[in-house]
């Protein structure tokens, strides 16, 4: 597991904080791609899932941003009241479920911090020459992040209190075989989305917060080597891989951040906890296989065909 | 330009260490290894002034530079050539060429289509392959078998099974090799070894173009599938045949000079072969440790999209970095003896596949050919000895093995 720590912490508008996260030591983070999500474990003990909304050509630096949600688990709060500058986190991922698709044209629907997804694909429409535009909703003007990092001519700033509802099918007009639709937000905003774009045009992210399934744990675990029979206990500061090593296993690795699929292992018996960016999620689910650089235990006791 | 004006005086940055030796030459492609050594003793870059270049060739700063993508782009092309003022001599690849965001959606196309759990479907497949190709070549007569390891081994399993997954025509096949053979040496300097490519050039890639339409390709393959991923709108449509392209492009000569290594590294250490067939656990490092030893593929170039401080100098912006992944895998300053050919080291980490964003999305593929091939080998072979002189052939990016004389003693 990777530890990163917050370099920064800013209000970047009522109620959302935007979080900078780098290496100790500075270095080169995991690359990513627009639409991906890093799973953060926070000091409270947490994961939560937070879309990267920073700048990708950056490659130290991570950056999050964080709704404050009083009536959520806890996890907001936390980010919000607790979390300092300085303070350890734990990173999983980064992984894409939202990857952008090529296409002459983008039309990005964005509702309060669902805008955040979609601002490294804005930057990517940029790069590519892609014709796109934003349409973004939020209760209060004060209340909608990066406002100010939006390039000016493209978005639709729609306050609900000044201007209502998002005109949602007047702004997106017919949906042409050239235009891919993005949307992230609300449950509610998305339904209407997929009311007015055919399924084959739209692509959505439903903003939600809950928590991994899988507990993540920083207790150590062990881990048998079924051929050789012998067992090695992995804690906090080492990888399975690198545990498996030092009991003398050779398994064969590459980019030892679970994006390769080289070390790729038969797991017999165990829960792993899945860290890497290469498993679909029912392969996760089928929880047959692992990849020892990245991914972890959930269980006490994993057995490994090695 | 007329020849009366003077050509630019390429200036190398202050305080870089300059060589005058013209690494495609055909002394160093055939023989590399004494060139590497001296361009990791000279500093972490050297000026290689025969041909306005930068070259990067111990394990550290090859890895570091394959990895940083930002600061060493792909996009002005991955050979000599410079992109930005030359035109390519065919469309760039959505792959090897481009840098994100442009990557991004071939790559993930590709990455899962040719990922280890895909695969499984052709596994079986392939292993039953060999053992038939293996089988047909050792004969009834239970004496040993003389045969050319690359001809017979190493360019003819590949093209047995590989082209049949990607859902090509049967047809026309034998473009397949001499397309690679003159893709590779495009990424060079415009020397002989191109001009004697280029000849046939425009024939074979007219022929590998013409694979790659939906039409042609067959209905279940990795063909196939990047179309069915064009049509869930993952690629466009003109994407999709220029991502079929990259496997036929670097899907098939990879391979086959990946497996002359490993053939070429058991006919020389009957022990590493011995070790093979009796001991399951370095089965899997086996073919990485080959692609680590003999680099087939050896270099490859970025271009610096910012000044970039390499030791104690700065490449700067706009210069063409040659990176040497073979050097980075023979640097002893990261590799016990590297020269050995050795299935106990663990390769993990080598970059015969490159490393960061742009690694051999074929890496498993290739894995896969051989571990069905070696395993068919280690069933029925007991001995591999070498039948006669191996042959090189020089190419300005691969080390290739022309041929590999070989006496195969069954068991
Ligand atoms: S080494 Fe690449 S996924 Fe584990």
Redesign the pocket.
Known sequence: MTSLVVTAKDVVADGVVALTLARPDGGRLPDWTPGAHVDLTLGSGETRQYSLCGDRWDPSSYRVAVLREPDGRGGSRYVHDVLAVGDPVELGGPRNHFPLVPAPRYRFVAGGIGVTPLLPMIAAAEVLGADWSLLYGGRRRASMAFLDELPAGHATVVPQDEAGLLPLASWLGTVDDDTVVYACGPAPLLAAVEALVPAARLRTERFTTTEIAAPVRDTPFTVELARSGTTVTVDASVSV?EAMRREGATT?????????????TTVLAGVPDHR???LADHERAAGDCM????SRAATDHLVLDL | MTAAEPLPVAAPAPDVPVSHVDPFSVDVLTDPLPFQAALRDAGPVQYLAAHDLYAMGRYAEVRAALTDWQRFCSSAGVGLSNFRREEPWRPPSLLLEADPPHHDAPRRVLSAILGPRALRRWRDRWFAAAVEHVDALLGTGGGPVEVDGMTALAEAFPLRVFPDAVGIAREGREHLLPYGEYLFNAFGPHNELVAAGAVEAGEHAAWVNGQCTRATLAAEGFGADIWAAADRGDLTAEQAPLVVRSLLSAGVDTTVHGLGWVLHGMATHPDQWALYRSDDSRRRVCFDEAVRWGSPVQTFFRTAEVDVPVGDTVVPEGSKILLYLGSANHDPRHWDAPERFDLRRDP?GHVGFGFGLHQCVGQHVARLEADALLAALADRVERIEPAGEPVRRANNTMREWASLPLRLHPR
């Open positions: 891989l064969l690795s590459s980019c030892e951040r679970g994006t390769c699929g080289t070390c790729e890497d960016q290469v990849l020892p650089c990245v | 993990s």
